[in-house]
Structure formats: structure tokens, C-alpha cells
């Protein structure tokens, strides 16, 4: 059902022209819906949620005077207000691809850096967590056309990121693909290993990593099985337990669960609860999207290698159980992404896109039990008219529902704003 409350309406109440955040007069203070940016354009990416209540949020910013796009950083209240907000680029386009808090109470922030149309690299920067000033940055020692996806921190106080890179085709000696990549370092900044995979045929990615004992890890990505065919893509999983960063383990293989359902399979987004979620879409032969979570069950928390992952639920079943998210648009900005956190009610949310015209897409909001079946009352949407979508889904301590995501204003486009909606566990603006 699609519920827009209208929130087009709500949001042009107090949004002003220097400061874009939404300054609603809640009647509660336990949900809102607010804006964050400036003049321009800004686009969500993550989300961190503290203890104490406060939101560190992450985006891309492209002001309206200036071509280059900058990282977007900004802390809110526990009512939604802003705190700070920082835009930072090194004079080329810039895209914040991912950020932690780590323990010594930094934002890292890895993104990808383009010092022209050709090239793409990937620097890591630090922020002050308490005031969001830039304290230092490294650029990651990688090949031309390196992308990232996402960073973790190590428990030896490191850091692993993950994303993909030029390489050789196996296939093709004279076309060049793209292999699953990842950059460990140590907690002196200094490369552990630098190392590419080949799971696939064609155009690897590393999506999410993961350590699950001190120098185990577990990368999760998407490969395409044929080249420019129907075959596909498929999930894959790499176990690692070697200072070297070689796999200790390939698990897609084994695993009739990572094989395609459908055209197109691409993960998105991966997350740890009661096992392991990966959360995408496939895509059928008519350009049909549907919401795609794997759960895995892992039997050994410390990890045992191969034999710890084995298929549990899919998603990806009759029609009830396999929400469609509409259509590939031809011209829609926004392209299928699905992202998810735990419920401490024995169950998940889901956030995704979810398109209804060529140039349409709104945000949707699932909620699921622990076996993946759909809640009563959901899924909910949420957006406007043009390009609205999906970045970040979190739950807190007291069950409200944080959602980030970007909205367009103007139809035809005026701008992009990153919003975030405070919800009840209902998914709706209200108590």
C-alpha cells in the first residue's frame, strides 16, 4: 500500500533555503520527518545509530554552484535536529561509499575518488566524531579504476574494505573485467594484503565483509555467470583465514541457494542476525524486480570454514513471499537496492526501492518474522512524485524505526534531500 501521508506536503512546512532540515512542531517527540543538505543536491548512503540517542549520518552533496560532488557528513539529535554537517572533497569528484565509528571515536569514511571520467581510486578519511572536522585521510595503494563498497573495522583495531577492481578476463584476453577486491590494513595504517578474486566470469564484487574471529573473515558479492547473456549473476561468499588475504574457502559453489532464480541477481547489502542475511533483488526476462533475502544459518559463530553456511529461507518464492519492487525503469535515477536490519522482536526490517513508472521510485519499508514471512500491514511506501530512495533501515532500543533515504523535490527535478524518518514500529508517523 502506499502510504505518502503526504509527505511532500509535511516537508515543504519550515524547509528553508540555507538550512534544508526539516523543523516540523512534532506533537510527539518520539518520530519525525526531517531534511538534511543544503542548496544543491544530497544523496544518503548510511546510517549510525548511538547509544545515547544522536544519528551520524553519511551522503554526497553536489551544491548548486559547484560541479564537484563532496562526502556529506552530519550528526543529529535524538529529535531529529542537526548538530553539525560537513561537506569535504579533495578538489575531484568525490563518493562516500561507506563509514564506521571506530573505537577511538573517529567516522572513517571510505570513498572513491575520480580524478577524471577514466580513473577511479579509493581514499580512506577520519573524522572528529564530536565535531565532524576532518582530522586525516590515506589514499588506498590499489590499481587504476579501484572501487569501494564498503569498510569494517578489524579487532585488532584495522581496517578491511571491500569493492571491486579492473582485471584481466580469463574469458577474453583482449576485454578487461572487473575482480572482487579487498585492502586490509593494520592499526598503523600500514597494507596487510591487497588481493583480487575471480568467482566468476565477469564483473565481481565484493559487497560486505565481515570478521567473525580475530583474522576470519568472510567477503559476499555478486558475479556475473555469463557474459552480456542470460545466464546471470549469482551471490557469491569467500571465507578468508590467511594473513595473505588468500580464500580459505569458496562457498557459492557448493551452494544451490547462491545460484540465479531469475535474469539478474544482485546483492546489495549483507547484515548479521540469528545468522546472516544477504538482502538484493532478481530481476525475470520482463524486467520484473523482486525483493531477494537469502538467510544463512551459521553453526558455528567462530567459523569453521565451508561447512558453517548453509541455505535456510529464501524470500524469493510465491508471489506473497516475494514482494515485487515494480519494474527496471529506462530513466530513473534510482536503480534496485535492498538493505536491512534486525527487529529485537524476533524478526527484520527491510528497506528498499520499490518503482512504479520509468521515472518513478519510492522508498518501501517491509518488516518480516524470523522465518521471513511479511507482517500484517506491510510493506509501506513512502515518497512523492520523481526518484525517492532507499539508503539505510535501523531499529532502536525502544522499537522506533529509523529509515534514510533521499527524496526529490520539483517535478521535474528541483532537487535531491537526504531524509530521515523516524517511525513506529508500524512504519508509520505516529505513536
Known amino acids: 500500500m502506499r502510504v505518502a501521508y503526504l509527505l511532500i506536503a509535511l516537508l515543504i512546512i519550515g524547509f528553508t533555503a540555507c538550512d534544508t532540515r526539516m523543523n516540523i512542531k512534532d506533537p510527539s517527540k518520539s518520530y519525525f520527518l526531517k531534511y538534511f543538505g543544503g542548496d544543491g543536491n544530497q544523496r544518503a548512503v548510511a546510517l549510525i545509530t548511538n547509544a545515547d540517542g544522536t544519528l551520524y549520518i553519511l551522503g554526497n552533496s553536489r551544491a548548486a554552484d559547484d560541479s564537484l560532488q563532496k562526502i556529506y557528513l552530519a550528526k543529529a539529535s535524538t529529535t531529529g535536529d542537526v548538530i553539525w554537517q560537513r561537506t569535504f572533497n579533495e578538489s575531484v569528484e568525490t563518493e562516500a561509499r561507506g563509514f564506521i565509528l571506530t573505537a577511538d571515536q573517529k567516522l572513517a569514511v571510505v570513498a572513491n575518488r575520480y580524478p577524471s571520467a577514466v580513473t577511479s581510486f579509493v581514499s580512506l578519511y577520519f573524522f572528529d566524531a564530536g565535531s565532524g572536522a576532518k582530522t586525516s585521510g590515506v589514499a588506498i595503494p590499489s590499481p587504476t579504476n579501484t572501487y569501494s563498497n564498503t569498510i569494517i573495522q578489524t579487532q585488532d583495531q584495522g581496517f578491511l574494505i571491500s569493492g571491486n577492481t579492473l582485471g584481466p578476463d580469463p574469458q577474453n584476453p583482449f576485454k578487461t573485467d572487473t575482480l572482487a577486491w579487498s585492502f586490509r590494513m593494520n592499526n598503523t595504517l600500514a597494507t596487510t594484503w591487497n588481493v583480487t578474486y575471480n568467482p566468476g566470469n565477469n564483473f565481481d564484487d565484493a559487497v560486505r565483509s565481515f570478521e567473525t574471529s580475530p583474522g576470519l573473515f568472510y567477503i559476499y558479492g555478486n558475479s556475473r555467470v555469463g557474459y552480456q547473456g542470460n545466464l546471470g549473476q549469482k551471490y557469491f561468499g569467500y571465507s578468508i583465514n590467511d594473513p595473505n588475504g588468500l580464500p580459505a574457502g569458496f562457498v557459492s559453489d557448493s551452494l544451490t541457494v547462491f545460484t540465479t532464480y531469475s535474469a539478474y541477481d544482485r546483492m546489495t547489502d549483507a547484515f548479521t542476525a540469528n545468522g546472516l542475511l544477504l538482502t538484493g533483488s532478481s530481476v525475470d526476462g520482463g524486467g520484473n524486480v523482486f525483493l531477494k533475502v537469502l538467510k544463512m544459518r551459521r553453526a558455528d559463530l567462530a567459523g569453521t570454514g565451508n561447512s558453517d553456511y548453509e541455505a535456510q529461507y529464501s524470500i524469493r518464492g510465491p508471489a506473497t513471499q516475494s514482494p515485487s ?33 520509468a521515472t518513478n521510485s519510492d522508498i518501501v519499508l517491509l518488516k518480516t518474522d524470523i522465518l521471513l514471512t511479511l507482517s500484517a500491514g506491510f510493506p509501506i511506501t513512502f515518497g512523492g512524485v520523481g526518484d525517492d530512495t532507499a539508503a539505510a533501515v535501523a531499529e532502536l532500543p525502544d522499537g522506533h524505526i529509523m529509515v534514510l533515504g533521499t527524496f526529490q523535490l520539483g517535478n521535474p527535478v528541483n532537487q535531491y534531500k537526504i531524509v530521515l524518518m523516524k517511525l513506529n514500529a508500524q512504519g508509520k508517523l505516529q505513536e
Open 325 to 357: 519492487l515494480g519494474k527496471i525503469p529506462n530513466t530513473s535515477s534510482a536503480t534496485p537496492y535492498v538493505t536491512g536490519c534486525a527487529s529485537g522482536q524476533a524478526g527484520y526490517y527491510f528497506l528498499a526501492n520499490t518503482f512504479s513508472t
